[in-house]
């Protein structure tokens, strides 16, 4: 008997806080069913459409001409010693720096700016370019 006397109490006491903040318990009850049937309505609407049929990819095989090579240590070695000017892009109007691919440049130790040049066909080997040094120590 206690056990229910305390249940309702409880439940008493949660409905008067719920009277007190009653926008709060709208949105408590409302805002859960409006987002399911908001996920529902999407679902509804791009079940039967074009894009999400399921379609069977065949499976791809690689040969030895789609193996990655590793660089080696000349490779790393010749873009350190290459030479790098200044180039003026007709196109674009920007600087790039030759010997060196913007958007695949697969040495770290060798970082140009060539957002610092001035002008068209100047060094930058020396000026705008950084040669990071890995040391290995015997250990």
Do not use: H
């Not at 529902?40 to 039967?48: A, Q, R």
């Amino acid at each position: 008997m206690a056990f229910f006397r305390s249940l309702r109490a409880l439940l008493l006491r949660n409905l008067i806080y719920r009277k007190r903040r009653w926008v709060a318990s709208i949105f408590e009850f409302i805002l859960p069913i409006a987002a399911v049937a908001i996920l529902v309505g999407i679902k509804v609407s791009v079940e039967n459409s074009q894009g999400f049929t399921p379609t069977t990819i065949p499976p791809t095989y690689l040969d030895d001409s789609d193996v990655l090579i590793p660089f080696s240590f000349q490779d790393y070695v010749t873009a350190l010693q290459a030479k790098r000017i200044c180039r003026l892009d007709p196109y674009g109007g920007y600087f790039s720096i030759t010997g060196m691919n913007r958007y695949d440049w697969p040495v770290p130790f060798v970082k140009c700016d060539s957002r610092r040049c001035k002008e068209d066909g100047e060094d930058a080997s020396q000026k705008y370019c950084e040669y990071n040094i890995f040391g290995v120590a015997p250990g």
